[in-house]
């Protein structure tokens, strides 16, 4: 007796429970929302390059022209462009550009500039503009001249 009620017990806690799902999945069911992708239709759209115009070319090819008379006249190597560009200030001595510029050659393997090598290096972005140079209570001070910022920015 105790395992057909105990059986009777077990069926009828099977079927409230399938009940329960069912009822879970209906309201599932009615509650599903539609899909963005469902809702948008896509079309497609003929794209065509626009047409340059010719006063457009005429300006391009003007400033093309401009910058590379400007390039040439502002060829610089690289030693001159790394030199240039460990300006920190404004204002430098011989000393403190040789610790800035070779700050990164040293850590690569390169070999750090030499007193000489730098003063040419100077001496040649002085002739060039980018720098002017300055006695100071005996020291040689290095001014980076708006030009020069010019470069670095």
Known sequence: MENEEEDKNSKKELEDKEKIRNYFEQIAQSKKAPVAKDLVQLKHVEVKKQKISPETLDLAN????????????????????????SFTNK?????RIAIVANQSRIPLGIEPYKKADLEKVLSNLISKGYLEEEQIEGNVVYILTERGKYRIQ
């Open 91 to 95: 204002r430098m001595t011989l000393s």
């Open 62 to 85: 003007t400033l093309k022209g401009q910058l590379l008379e400007h390039d040439q006249f502002e060829r610089l190597t690289n030693d001159e462009l790394t030199i240039l560009e």
